[in-house]
């Protein structure tokens, strides 16, 4: 394993480019879990795929997961809110921690330093 984290393709765009979509002997979406996810966290990307989470990367040793979300309730409402206000750069960073079983959750946004996306 390497110290950099490398984002990790949708399995089906991954296995088209070892030309493994269709034919005897084609690589399944178990391989894929197996080559491209570290085994630390693979039972957790298997977890959030399985059920709908399109995750984007993940890191084993640094042990996390990176996955979309659909904008909804007050986040949605802050975003649309700050927008229609006439703000136009910003970043809404969304915290939700559990601890002991406790949730604590906050958001906050930022309006400086403002960057475009990594893509």
């Not at 904008?71 to 960073?93: E, Q, T």
């Amino acid at each position: 394993m390497t110290d950099q984290v490398e984002r990790v393709e949708s399995a089906p765009k991954y296995l088209e480019k070892l030309n493994c979509v269709g034919g005897a002997g084609q690589t399944t979406i178990e391989t894929w879990y197996e080559t491209a996810i570290e085994p630390e966290i693979r039972d957790v990307v298997r977890l959030l795929r399985d059920n709908g989470f399109n995750t984007e990367c993940s890191c084993g040793h640094e042990m996390y997961v990176q996955c979309q979300f659909i904008v909804d309730g007050s986040v949605g409402d802050l975003d649309r809110l700050l927008f229609n206000a006439g703000h136009r750069d910003y970043v809404i960073h969304v915290e939700i921690r559990r601890l002991a079983g406790h949730i604590y959750n906050t958001m906050q946004v930022d309006f400086r330093n403002v960057s475009p996306p990594e893509s």
